[in-house]
């Protein structure tokens, strides 16, 4: 047994890439409780989540056919669908065959058997009567069990596809919204270790120890919160000067310049708001002096009841916005390699 002490994440990794037996390892993550980690000889750190097939929490992996899927139960246009599907991480499914087909049809059966369809990702949206998948393969190469007359493109606007309840496919119109399923292949799984996350383009702060990622599309105050929340993170919250600090450094890093269209430049949104007009919080309901800062900018804040949404001016102070106004914005995610997340996938020993 190893016994380590005020281990950070990132050396207690090193230490298990060298591990190849099974060991015990009893952790004691930055001063707070211990844990016994069992590092079977079938998972590696390092491979990230792709043997343990965990990709999100709200998503179910099948064996049959080894991807991880999600049924959406809030009614989406085909193109939101699509859209919603992009931003898990995942895209908007479709079967590969008879044999994926009937086992997501047993997840449906089991899970939502109210449903009579959803969306899949198939459309002619291209080229009219020329089916396609969401990535580009022709229809024919993939499960195409149509319903019987089916596709006739009723009324000449059918151009997005539906599968029902009895495996048949069946063209429908776009703009209606219905659930849908989301699709993450087991083998297109690339896991962030270090921010124990499924997204490569968060950094790891080995001081902070969280990690960060700099949205370079620019989004009103409410959908940078959706945005974040969907990627299992949050609008990023200053807890102190060091963490200022490190934002601004990360903005100065990110390639602005490059970005055209019509937004506000200057500050990036943050997990702060007073839209409830009783003061400033962050997103988790504590004030800015509770959350250990509260470096305003000069004369800031100005807007009163017209800019109730928090951002942070480029050099790290603070600044109130309109929420309406596209900014760049910042996510964080909170590290849960060494607590919530081993504890729920693998089982803790204390």
């Known amino acids: 047994m190893c016994t380590i002490k005020a281990l950070t994440v990132l050396l207690l990794i ?6 190849s037996r099974k060991y015990l390892l009893k952790v004691s993550p930055f001063g707070t409780k211990e844990y016994i980690i069992i590092i079977a000889p079938n998972y590696s750190l390092l491979d990230g989540q792709p043997r343990q097939k965990f990709f999100r929490k709200d998503y179910t992996f099948l064996e049959d056919s080894q991807a ?14 699509k859209k919603r599907c992009q931003m898990e991480g995942a895209s908007l499914f479709y079967a590969e065959d008879e044999i994926e087909a009937d086992a ?48 006739n493109d009723a009324d000449g606007n059918e151009d997005c596809v539906i599968l029902r309840r009895d495996n048949t496919l069946n063209d429908d119109k776009c703009d209606r919204k219905y659930p849908f399923i989301c699709k993450k292949s087991l083998l297109y799984l690339d896991w962030n ?8 383009s968060y950094v790891f702060n080995k001081d902070l120890g969280k990690c960060y990622k700099f949205h370079l599309t620019p989004m009103n105050w409410t959908d940078a919160h959706a945005m974040c ?27 602005k310049s490059k970005i055209k269209g019509n937004f506000l430049s200057g500050a990036v949104y943050l997990g702060y708001h007073n839209r409830d007009d009783d003061g400033w919080k962050t997103i988790k309901g504590t004030t800015l002096e509770e959350s250990g800062y ?35 914005f910042i996510c964080e995610h909170d590290i849960g ?3 919530s997340a081993v504890e729920e996938r693998f089982g803790v020993m204390e």
């Open 337 to 339: 390699l060494l607590n």
């Open 14 to 19: 090193q230490l298990i890439s060298h591990c």
């Open 104 to 151: 997501v049809q047993g997840l449906w059966n089991k899970t939502q058997p109210q449903f009579a369809w959803v969306y899949v990702g198939i459309s002619d949206l291209l080229a009219k009567g020329v089916f396609e998948t969401v990535d580009g393969r022709p229809v024919l190469d993939i499960y195409n069990n149509w319903g019987q007359g089916e596709p």
């Open 193 to 200: 270790t270090l921010c124990d996350i499924p997204d490569p």
């Open 294 to 328: 509260t470096g305003w900018g000069n004369q800031q804040p100005d807007g009163g009841v017209n800019e109730p949404c928090g951002s942070m001016f480029y050099n790290g102070r603070l600044n109130d916005l309109g929420c309406h106004q596209k900014c760049f």
């Open 68 to 81: 991880f899927y999600k049924i959406h139960t809030i009614h989406k246009t085909w193109q939101d669908a």
């Open 229 to 255: 929340s969907i990627e299992q993170s949050y609008l990023a919250i200053i807890n102190s000067q060091a963490e200022a600090d490190y934002l601004v450094k990360v903005t100065e890093e990110a390639p």
